[in-house]
């Protein structure tokens, strides 16, 4: 009896050692096969079949490199113009000018000073521009003049015979009249073209009176034209 029991408890452990072989002999059938068939290009085709060319493609292509934009062209350098700052100009001073004051204890071995007055600088008086004098407005001129009531002038006789033959026109007399307002000299300046026109107007500007011209306000003697028309009525 004790012997029929032992033998049945041996069976598993005999069986594990083969177990643990079979399955290192399965493992390495597997990867050799596998190698096998990477040699052969058999799973090369299995993976044609079940992956399409397109994802095929895709996988085996090499990725394109990534191009990096090109660096930002830097901007030129602005030329900056140094400033040249001028150094001042050193300013000399003058040592101030000592006196001597008088002191009305001096010591008894202490030199005695002589006080020098000091002058005063002429004050520095500044040009006065002075605008040209305007020059004078001229005096007032009042000529001569024969049409006063006053003078009781007599209109210039109108000569017979150029009355008959029907002669008229315009006689300008230039005279120079004097401070007393008579013609002193007369000259026929415009001529109506008629002798006798013109000696009868030359001879009634010597008869006439007149009021004498001024100048700024004083009478002075001035020449004066004298315009005498000769009309047939």
């Known amino acids: ?25 399965s493992v390495l059938l597997f990867h050799g096969a596998a190698l096998w068939a990477l040699q052969t290009g058999l799973l090369r085709r299995a993976v044609e079949v079940l992956v399409p060319a397109e994802l095929l493609s895709e996988l085996i292509e090499p990725a394109s490199p990534i191009v990096a934009p090109p660096p930002p062209t830097p901007p030129a350098p602005t030329l900056v113009k140094p400033v040249l700052s001028r150094a001042p100009t050193p300013v000399h001073q003058s040592a101030p000018e000592l006196l001597a004051v008088a002191d009305p204890t001096p010591a008894a071995n202490a030199p005695v000073g002589v006080v020098t007055p000091v002058a005063a600088t002429d004050a520095v ?13 001229p005096p007032r001129v009042e000529l001569p003049s024969s049409d006063a009531d006053y003078l009781h002038n007599p209109k210039p006789p109108y000569p017979p015979l150029s009355k008959r033959l029907g002669e008229q026109g315009k006689v300008v007399v230039r005279a120079l009249i004097g401070l007393d307002g008579t013609a002193q000299q007369a000259q026929i300046k415009q001529s109506s073209g008629f002798e006798r026109l013109d000696q009868s107007a030359l001879a009634t500007v010597l008869r006439w009176r007149y009021v004498p011209g001024k100048r700024a306000g004083v009478a002075e003697a001035m020449w004066f034209n004298v315009p005498i028309t000769f009309v047939l009525e």
Do not use: Y
């Open 125 to 137: 008086t500044a040009p006065v521009s002075t605008a040209p004098n305007a020059p004078p407005a």
């Open 1 to 25: 009896m004790p012997h029929t029991n032992a033998a049945p408890a041996m069976v598993p452990h005999l069986r594990r050692p083969q177990r643990i072989t079979v399955i290192v002999a």
